[in-house]
């Protein structure tokens, strides 16, 4: 036993060996680590691409056909009229802990919305960054939506609330809104 607490002694007290392996190394030797590894980081890296690939000019014409035959949705927003949204993130670095989900950007309302697929995966926002909605809109003036002609008019009893209680209330339902809507489906097919 004195040999054995002798050489743990020796071990503790020596510098390491720096042809071992490291955790990192010892991990990445199992082949199927590598492959989710490799997948993973080419996942990200695509991502990463084509969040610059959209602001290019043929990025930009490619997604105004998407945005023409309505790949990302419309405007939850009932005085929005089904207005197409466009996908945007809130950041354009790539978050590891899924602190940047996609989100989508009414450029009618100016509002930004939940990107809720049921049973989807979650998209990093930094695939698309947060640049792409906005130079879109410029770019392609003419897609443009003209700003909201009605505005609700809240009431109680049939007269109008007054106007601090008003942005109150508004400001209320914009924060309750995301919680709403993860929880409810998104049609009857859904439920």
């Not at 071992?20 to 991502?47: F, M, N």
């Not at 949204?85 to 989508?104: A, M």
């Amino acid at each position: 036993t004195a040999a054995s607490a002798h050489t743990a002694e020796k071990q503790q007290n020596s510098p390491p060996d720096p042809t071992a392996p490291s955790r990192a190394e010892k991990q990445l030797a199992d082949p199927t680590q590598r492959v989710h590894k490799v997948l993973d980081t080419a996942r990200i890296l695509y991502g990463l691409i084509h969040a610059r690939y959209i602001l290019t000019a043929q990025g930009l014409s490619d997604m105004k056909a998407k945005y023409k035959a309505h790949e990302f949705g419309a405007c939850p927003r009932t005085l929005c009229d089904k207005q197409v949204v466009l996908p945007v993130g809130l950041s354009d670095t790539h978050s590891t802990s899924n602190e940047n989900p996609l989100k989508l950007f009414c450029p009618r309302c100016q509002e930004l919305y939940d990107h809720n697929v049921p049973g989807g995966n979650y998209i990093d926002g930094a695939f698309f960054g947060s640049t792409y909605p906005h130079l879109f809109l410029q770019t392609f003036r003419e897609v443009r939506p003209p700003p909201p002609t009605q505005r609700y008019v809240p009431r109680v009893f049939g007269f109008k609330i007054a106007k601090v209680e008003e942005q109150a209330l508004q400001n209320t339902a914009r924060e309750e809104w995301p919680k709403r809507l993860k929880n409810e489906p998104v049609s009857d097919w859904d439920s």
